[in-house]
């Protein structure tokens, strides 16, 4: 069965603090992916990887940064929270091929004073 | 560009009667899509996707290039498809999502 799990559920920081959301998988997958998502406009891709110590934008990269160090790990870090980036944010995995199927974690409500 | 349009942000449907939940792509090459389900409290999770032909749960969805849709359809519907459906075409092993559907079954 496929894990994806993140640190925390729910996070309740203050305007201006850096924030780090973790993420791991236990499937040995490549690629890995940070997402927010908020009601009315879907899922909208932040960053995402293709292998250790490689990153790519996605749609919204500005205001975050992320660290992949080992496979199994993906952080995003917001270097100033700040109230507009209170949201849920999903953490996903997959495999390069053949299938670019991605598994979700739980999420993270974050919410930012 | 890659998009994907889910033009029903909510939708209501009685207990049994049948639904269908559209979804339009625009993309130039050979797409690969699928249909994401998320239940309340829940993570989301993979419902279908095109290449498979399968269904799940009592849902289908068929792929029709020549009008660039994925619509998702299920004759009979449950209380228990009440949930957030979102749309997403696969491209270069990144996924764009739809804004997705937030259908409702009533008893």
């Known amino acids: 069965d496929v894990k994806v799990t993140q640190s925390s559920r729910y996070l309740v920081k203050r305007t201006g603090e850096k924030v780090f959301l973790e993420c791991v998988q236990d499937?040995?997958?490549?690629?890995m992916f940070w997402y927010r998502q908020d009601p009315g406009l879907g899922l909208r891709l932040i960053y995402f990887?293709?292998?250790?110590?490689?990153?790519e934008k996605g749609d919204i990269p500005e205001g975050y940064s992320v660290s992949r160090e080992k496979k199994e790990r993906f952080s995003l870090i917001l270097e100033s929270a700040s109230t507009n980036q209170t949201s849920m944010y999903l953490c996903?995995?997959?495999?390069?091929?053949?299938?670019?199927?991605?598994?979700f974690g739980p999420g993270t409500r974050l919410t930012v004073t | 560009a890659q998009r994907v349009t889910q033009p029903e942000k909510l939708l209501s449907v009685f207990k049994g009667a049948p639904v269908e939940l559209k979804c339009n792509y625009s993309y130039s090459g050979s797409p690969e899509l699928f249909w994401y389900v998320q239940y309340s409290r829940q993570r989301l999770q993979l419902l279908l996707r095109?290449?498979s032909r399968e269904s799940i749960k009592g849902f289908t969805a068929d792929l029709n290039k020549g009008e660039t849709s994925f619509h998702l359809k299920k004759p009979f519907a449950q209380e228990e498809d009440s949930a957030m459906y979102y749309c997403a075409l696969s491209t270069l092993g990144r996924l764009y999502f739809g804004r997705g559907t937030q259908l409702t079954v009533w008893p």
């Open positions: 095109h290449i």
């Open positions: 499937m040995d997958h490549e690629n």
């Open positions: 996903a995995s997959s495999f390069s091929a053949p299938s670019y199927e991605q598994y």
């Open positions: 990887s293709y292998d250790v110590k490689m990153k």
